[in-house]
């Protein structure tokens, strides 16, 4: 009854990646010719990206070891989920020995552990099967050591097949999710290869950046450790900071109050946390906004020059972001966070665009000195004082 760990996980990762692969719906419709015609377009357009992105923004991988380490893989719904399983059971690891040392205090350990990695991994799949229809793509910092590939199903397999581990952390790799990708350029009804290009732009910009700056990965895992360091175990805390938050999280949804749509709500990960993880988080946010927005001004600024019809791209797909979706889709977004991911973009590239403005490509560059450059939470919303900080 317990994970193929021996219960070491507190999470049943394979029943997560069962559960997942069950649960997610299928992707658009395609003849297995239209299919390996996508993937092998996509590879394509990844290599192209690269050099695009280096001309455009300046920054060079710190080796050719460095850049070549850091694979691009072509993947399906159910590949990005055995990704995502492989590269969260590394990264959540201090918080899964904080919960055993709990565990092992307990005289029922032995009965609800096994119960409670069954459970876990049933939720933590059916989670990853609603994200696996909305990622494009992803550069995934915290992949799993080399190999990070099993043998694929069959001869003819399309799409790479990413281990579930445990190796330890790697130094990254970048995932391109063909059935997502091609089910929004049919939504939008654009240019299904130019899409795909200016898709390949944004995630080769990440690439580039964990590349081109060999600390960026070891301060964000540092940053993620502290955080997770800083959780509180005890279930009697959990729990009052669930009953402080109850009927908070339906804020700004349709038909929530003035008082509601005015001061917000959190998502799950807000609810829980303690200061000193509000703390961390804060600067977490201000990296992950910088990285996003400099990837979405980066695809917007090579567009014009390689994908012909990038103006009509970035409209329909900006409209497609506001618009949202349903109340169900949108509160499952709200509790997952990804709200906060789409104001990373939004603020993340006015930072980029306003700094770049003031001081050139060159100056902004110089936010990848060191983690001392970085732009503070307060500096996101505000350019010029980061400029007047570090640039200057």
Same mark, same amino acid.
């Given at each position: 009854?317990?994970?193929?760990?021996?219960?070491?996980?507190?999470?049943?990762?394979?029943?997560?990646?069962?559960?997942?692969?069950?649960?997610?719906?299928?992707?658009?419709? +395609?003849?297995?010719?239209?299919?390996?015609?996508?993937?092998?377009?996509?590879?394509?357009?990844?290599?192209?990206?690269?050099?695009?992105?280096?001309?455009?923004?300046?920054?060079?991988?710190?080796?050719?070891?460095?850049?070549?380490?850091?694979?691009?893989?072509?993947? !399906?719904?159910?590949?990005?989920?055995?990704?995502?399983?492989?590269?969260?059971?590394?990264?959540?690891?201090?918080?899964?020995?904080?919960?055993?040392?709990?565990?092992?205090?307990?005289? @029922?350990?032995?009965?609800?552990?096994?119960?409670?990695?069954?459970?876990?991994?049933?939720?933590?799949?059916?989670?990853?099967?609603?994200?696996?229809?909305?990622?494009?793509?992803? $550069?995934?910092?915290?992949?799993?050591?080399?190999?990070?590939?099993?043998?694929?199903?069959?001869?003819?397999?399309?799409?790479?097949?990413?281990?579930?581990?445990?190796?330890?952390?790697?130094?990254?790799?970048?995932?391109?999710?063909?059935?997502?990708?091609?089910?929004?350029?049919?939504?939008?009804?654009?240019?299904?290869?130019?899409?795909?290009?200016?898709?390949?732009?944004?995630?080769?910009?990440?690439?580039?950046?964990?590349?081109?700056?060999?600390?960026?990965?070891?301060?964000?895992?540092?940053?993620?450790?502290?955080?997770?360091?800083?959780? !509180?175990?005890?279930?009697? @805390?959990?729990?009052?900071?669930?009953?402080?938050?109850?009927?908070?999280?339906?804020?700004?949804?349709?038909?929530?109050?003035?008082?509601?749509?005015?001061?917000?709500?959190?998502?799950?990960?807000?609810?829980?946390?303690?200061?000193?993880?509000?703390?961390?988080?804060?600067?977490?946010?201000?990296?992950?906004?910088?990285?996003?927005?400099?990837?979405?001004?980066?695809?917007?600024?090579?567009?014009?020059?390689?994908?012909?019809?990038?103006?009509?791209?970035?409209?329909?797909?900006?409209?497609?972001?506001?618009?949202?979706?349903?109340?169900?889709?949108?509160?499952?977004?709200?509790?997952?966070?990804?709200?906060?991911?789409?104001?990373? $973009?939004?603020?993340?590239?006015?930072?980029?665009?306003?700094?770049?403005?003031?001081?050139?490509?060159?100056?902004?560059?110089?936010?990848?000195?060191?983690?001392?450059?970085?732009?503070?939470?307060?500096?996101?919303? !505000?350019?010029?004082?980061?400029?007047?900080? +570090?640039?200057?």
């Amino acid at each position: 009854m317990t994970s193929a760990s021996g219960g070491a996980d507190m999470v049943d990762w394979n029943l997560a990646v069962a559960t997942a692969t069950r649960l997610v719906r299928p992707g658009p419709e +395609v003849s297995r010719a239209e299919a390996a015609a996508v993937v092998a377009e996509l590879r394509r357009h990844a290599l192209e990206a690269e050099e695009h992105v280096r001309a455009f923004t300046g920054m060079r991988s710190s080796s050719l070891a460095a850049a070549t380490a850091t694979p691009v893989l072509v993947v !399906d719904r159910p590949g990005w989920v055995r990704a995502n399983v492989a590269g969260f059971r590394a990264v959540v690891q201090p918080l899964v020995e904080k919960l055993q040392a709990r565990r092992a205090n307990s005289a @029922a350990a032995g009965v609800f552990g096994a119960v409670g990695e069954k459970a876990t991994g049933i939720e933590v799949g059916a989670l990853l099967a609603f994200l696996a229809t909305k990622v494009l793509g992803q $550069y995934e910092t915290f992949a799993p050591a080399e190999p990070s590939l099993e043998a694929p199903d069959s001869p003819a397999a399309l799409f790479d097949k990413p281990r579930l581990g445990p190796e330890g952390p790697g130094p990254g790799r970048l995932l391109l999710v063909a059935p997502n990708i091609v089910h929004v350029e049919r939504e939008l009804d654009v240019d299904p290869s130019d899409f795909r290009l200016w898709v390949c732009l944004h995630e080769e910009t990440h690439r580039t950046q964990f590349t081109a700056v060999p600390w960026l990965r070891d301060h964000i895992q540092s940053e993620v450790q502290s955080f997770l360091a800083e959780t !509180d175990v005890d279930p009697g @805390a959990l729990l009052d900071r669930l009953r402080d938050a109850a009927g908070s999280l339906g804020a700004g949804l349709p038909g929530a109050g003035p008082r509601e749509a005015r001061e917000g709500a959190g998502n799950l990960l807000e609810v829980v946390q303690s200061p000193a993880q509000r703390e961390i988080l804060g600067r977490l946010t201000a990296v992950m906004s910088l990285l996003e927005g400099h990837a979405d001004v980066v695809m917007d600024g090579v567009g014009p020059a390689v994908v012909p019809t990038v103006a009509e791209i970035r409209e329909k797909f900006q409209q497609r972001r506001d618009r949202g979706a349903n109340r169900l889709d949108l509160m499952l977004r709200r509790l997952l966070g990804m709200d906060a991911k789409l104001r990373q $973009y939004q603020d993340g590239a006015v930072f980029v665009r306003a700094v770049v403005e003031q001081v050139g490509m060159a100056g902004f560059n110089r936010v990848w000195t060191s983690p001392n450059t970085l732009p503070t939470k307060d500096e996101i919303h !505000d350019p010029a004082a980061w400029v007047a900080r +570090v640039a200057r």
